[in-house]
C-alpha cells in the first residue's frame, strides 16, 4: 500500500510487487491514520495477506491478521525535548501501542531495541533488528567530475569544505556543530567552509549560531539537494560532520561513508553500530567538535584512511540483507 503519488515509481521497483494506490485523502496526515484503522484492514482482507507491516511506529488495531511495526528509536522518551510537544505526544503513545499490541516489533539497530528494553522494560523476544541498508548505486564514489559539479552549484570557487546533510533539526546538534567548527577555524588560514544541507526542520537555534560566525568564515545553507549532487557533495568535503544527539540507525552516516567521505560523529546510541572503527568520534559539545575537527583538519592522512576504511565497511549494509531480516521477521510473526 502506498500514496498515489508513490504508486508507479514503486511499481518500476519491483515488476513482481502488487502495489496498491491509496486513496487520495490519505496524502493528508489525519486522514492516512484513521484510514490505517478502517480502509487498511479491508486491503489486507481484499488481498489476503498474511502479515500487515506498518513501518512508521503507527498500527491498525484491528487487522485481522498478525501486525509487525518498525519503531525507529527512543528519542521521543530519552530525549523529549528534541520533538515538539505534539510529536512527541504522539509518537509515545504508538510506541506503547505497538510494543503491547504488535505480534512482532522490527527496530533498525541493536541499541534501539535496548533502549526500549530499557525505557518501556519491553518484551526483548519480541523485537528483531534489521539493520538499514545503503544503495551504493546513488550513494558511490564520486569522481572528480562529480565534485567539480557541486562546487560549481553552492559557489564554493574551489574553497575546502565541512559537509552536513540531514533535517536541521535539534537532534542533529547544527548549533554545536557551527560553534565547533567556528572555533576549529577562525584563526585557519584558508579555512574551509561549512555547507550545512538539508530540509529547514524546526530547530530555532541555528539561526543564533549562525549570527555569532566571524565575518571571515563561511557558511552555506543550500536546502535540498539533488540526488545525482549527493556523492559528489559528501564524497568531495573535507569531512562530513555528523554531531547527533542519538539516532536510532544514521542512515546520513552510512550514506557517507559509502561515498568514501571522512565521517565525524557521535558515539551515541547506534551510530557505533553503524561506523565501527571507520568513522571518527566527538561527543557532541563544541569544544569536542572543535578539537576533533582540528585533528581531522590537520592529519590528510588519516582523513584518507577512513574515506578508505568507512567505503570499505559501507559495503556491508545492504538493502538485501535488510529484506531478508524482515522476512524472518514476518515469518516470526506468523508463528506468534
Not at 76 to 86: D, K, L
Request: hydrophobic fraction near 45%; glycine fraction near 8%; charged fraction near 20%.
Amino acid at each position: 500500500m502506498c500514496q498515489r503519488a508513490d504508486a508507479e515509481r514503486y511499481s518500476r521497483m519491483d515488476a513482481l510487487a502488487e502495489v496498491i494506490p491509496g486513496p487520495a485523502a490519505i496524502a493528508h496526515r489525519p486522514a492516512r491514520l484513521a484510514w490505517e484503522q478502517t480502509g487498511l484492514p479491508l486491503v489486507a482482507q481484499q488481498v489476503n495477506a498474511q502479515v500487515v507491516h506498518s513501518p512508521h511506529y503507527t498500527m491498525p488495531l484491528r487487522a485481522g491478521r498478525p501486525v509487525v511495526v518498525t519503531i525507529h528509536d527512543a528519542t521521543f522518551f530519552t530525549e523529549p525535548a528534541m520533538h515538539t510537544s505534539v510529536k512527541g505526544t504522539f509518537f509515545r503513545s504508538a510506541t506503547r501501542t505497538a510494543l503491547r499490541r504488535a505480534a512482532r516489533v522490527v527496530t533498525p539497530s541493536k541499541a534501539t531495541r535496548e533502549e526500549l528494553i530499557r525505557v518501556l522494560d519491553a518484551d526483548g523476544t519480541k523485537i528483531d533488528v534489521a539493520y538499514h541498508g545503503v544503495d551504493q548505486t546513488t550513494f558511490h564514489v564520486p569522481s572528480e567530475a562529480e565534485k567539480d559539479r557541486v562546487q560549481a552549484r553552492l559557489g564554493l570557487g574551489g574553497q575546502p569544505y565541512i559537509a552536513f546533510l540531514s533535517t536541521l533539526e535539534p537532534r542533529k546538534n547544527v548549533p554545536g556543530l557551527v560553534r565547533g567548527w567556528v572555533k576549529a577555524c577562525a584563526d585557519r588560514p584558508d579555512a574551509p567552509a561549512l555547507v550545512l544541507a538539508g530540509g529547514a526542520g524546526w530547530d530555532d537555534q541555528i539561526d543564533g549560531a549562525i549570527a555569532e560566525v566571524p565575518s571571515h568564515l563561511r557558511v552555506l545553507r543550500p536546502g535540498y539537494l539533488r540526488f545525482t549532487d549527493l556523492p559528489g557533495f559528501l564524497g568531495g568535503a573535507l569531512c562530513v560532520a555528523y554531531p547527533s544527539h542519538g539516532e536510532g540507525f544514521g542512515l546520513p552516516v552510512l550514506e557517507a561513508m559509502a561515498c568514501a567521505a571522512p565521517v565525524l560523529t557521535t558515539p551515541r546510541l547506534s551510530l557505533p553500530e553503524v561506523g565501527g572503527d571507520a568513522v571518527a568520534y566527538t561527543e557532541p559539545d563544541p569544544d569536542s567538535i572543535a578539537a576533533a575537527l582540528t585533528v581531522l583538519l590537520d592529519d590528510p592522512a588519516r582523513r584518507a584512511q577512513l574515506a578508505a576504511a568507512g567505503h570499505v565497511r559501507s559495503l556491508e549494509f545492504t538493502w538485501s540483507a535488510s529484506a531478508e531480516a524482515h522476512l524472518a521477521s514476518y515469518a516470526r510473526a506468523l508463528d506468534s
